[in-house]
Structures are given as C-alpha cells and as structure tokens.
C-alpha cells in the first residue's frame, strides 16, 4: 500500500481490515452495485470494498491532492478501477480551506480543531510508543507530536453529494462510507 507514514496506515489497516470498524450493525459491502467513499483517503477502505465484492463500482471523493495521489497508486495497484472526484463533500457548493497534516494525513479535515488533534496525536502516540515514551520522557513526545501536527492550508472546491451524484451519473449508491473528520453531518445535509 503507498502511504505517506507507516504508522497511519497500519491504524487505517487495522480499523478497516482486522476490527471492521465500517462493517457494524449489519452493514455490508455490497455483492455488486456501487460504492461511494467519501473521505477515501489512500484507498484502504476502497481496497476492503473491492477485496469483499470484486463487482463493485466504486466512487472515491478525495479532496486533499497529495492523498489522491496515493489513492491513483493504490487503485492501480489493487485493480480498484475506481472514479476519483477531487472534491471536498458539504451540504452547499463553495470552497473552504482545509487543513492537511502531511504526517498525520487521518487527522486532516475542514476546520479542524488543533487542539482536538493534538489530543488525538498525544493519545495516539502515547499508545504508540508507550515504552519508549516512558523511557524518553515528555519531551520527547511533545516534539514527536509538534513533528506529526505540521500542517498546510489547502484551498477546496466544496460540492454537494447531490452535485456529485448529478455530475458522475450515479444512478444509485448501494453503500454510502462518510469519513470526513467530523464534518460527516455537514456532507449528508448536501443530499
């Protein structure tokens, strides 16, 4: 799998292929029909869907370029196939900007909190590197964590999924996986 970091793929591989985070309460990938991955990321999610139905289409919406980059390398690698939309999802046309973490891509998203994130990242290595952290101390988590939460401004096109749906002829959606960093209500107000 191409990905920036290692450690952000194998938690993506983790909660997608051992533990079935988006597969809870009877939801399934569909047999055939289409998929539409809001928030694809590098393809994980995209890769899961292809491996439990090889007949499905899948419609990846990725609005950050360096990850759509890699979403393009995993697709070609895995044989996704797969339609890549190069918009944020929100429940109005517009542009905002979004803030991309490079090191912590997962933590990426439209106005995203940094303190929020530097609680998830301190929680996040803490578990990580549990002894080393105990033995190295709090600094060397807090230059750890002041490394993983360099970030950019990234100026996005917005779109509604409604505008989506229209402009890639999507007839229908058999599985509809949101995960856009807490703007998962504003991208579903957008049908």
Known sequence: VVGRNRSNVEFLYEEIF???????????????GCVVDVGSHIGMFSIYAKRMSPAVKIIAVEPMPEL??????????HGLD?????????????????TYYPEMSVLSGRGTDSRV?????????HHEFEAES?????SYVDQLI??????????????????????????????????????????????
């Open 134 to 138: 105990r033995d190295l101390g709090d």
């Open 82 to 98: 797969a339609t890549l939309v190069p918009y944020g999802i929100g429940a109005e046309s517009t542009t905002d900007t979004f």
């Open 18 to 32: 051992e533990t079935a985070e988006y597969c809870h309460a009877g939801v399934t990938v569909p047999k055939t």
């Open 117 to 125: 994130q530097h609680e998830i990242l301190e929680s996040f290595i």
């Open 146 to 191: 002041a490394d993983r939460l360099e970030f950019e401004q990234v100026d996005v096109t917005i779109r509604t999924l409604s505008q989506i749906i229209r402009e890639y002829g999507i007839d229908h959606i058999d599985l509809l996986k949101i995960d856009v960093e807490g703007s998962e209500l504003d991208a579903l107000r957008g049908i």
């Open 68 to 77: 759509r980059r890699m979403y393009a390398a995993n697709s070609a690698l």
